[in-house]
């Protein structure tokens, strides 16, 4: 329960510096390899930690983006939380980074825990997402069917 509680402390904390009417300054495009490589990689030996394997692939596309880095790290924090509470260890994780059309592409693909409960998500570290998402010009998208889970987050090209 104080783990819960320390989650949600932070998760309100985030949500009210990222909802607020402050302004970001994106920085120089960047090709999406400058952008995403450290971060994923971080978060790949971060996921094996706790038993979760992550699969990326990526074309790894030679158009620039604008982007907040630091927004950059809490969306990909808060993925890796979610996968280490809701995915399969058994299944493994998707991700990709690849360009359709005029955007920049990030996804994660997981399969749900059987026994994963919902109960403890307060909805908010998805918002603070899609909010950080908006201020950078992108959008965040879910796709939930069955077990599977995906969450996309999509970049205009530069």
């Known amino acids: 329960k104080i783990a819960q509680i320390k989650q949600i402390s932070e998760n309100i904390f985030e949500y009210s510096l990222i909802s607020g009417d402050q ?3 994106l920085e120089a495009p960047a090709t999406a ?15 094996k930690r ?19 880095q630091p927004y950059i790290k809490r969306l990909l924090d808060n993925v890796t939380s979610n ?8 299944v493994m994780v998707q991700a990709a980074v ?42 965040l998208t879910v796709e939930q069917k069955d077990r599977m889970f995906q969450v996309s987050l999509r970049f205009p090209v530069s």
């Open 23 to 25: 302004q970001i300054i």
């Open 33 to 47: 390899r400058d952008v995403f490589l450290d971060p994923l990689s971080e978060t790949v030996g971060y996921l």
């Open 50 to 68: 706790y038993g979760i394997a992550l699969s990326l692939t990526s074309d790894w596309p030679e158009k620039r983006i604008r982007v907040y």
């Open 83 to 90: 996968l280490i509470k809701y995915a399969d260890p058994a």
């Open 98 to 139: 690849r360009q359709e059309g005029d955007q920049i592409l990030l996804f994660f693909r997981n399969e749900v825990r059987p026994d994963a409960s919902h109960e403890d998500s307060s909805g908010i570290g998805l918002s603070n997402m899609r909010t950080m998402m908006e201020k950078m010009g992108g959008k």
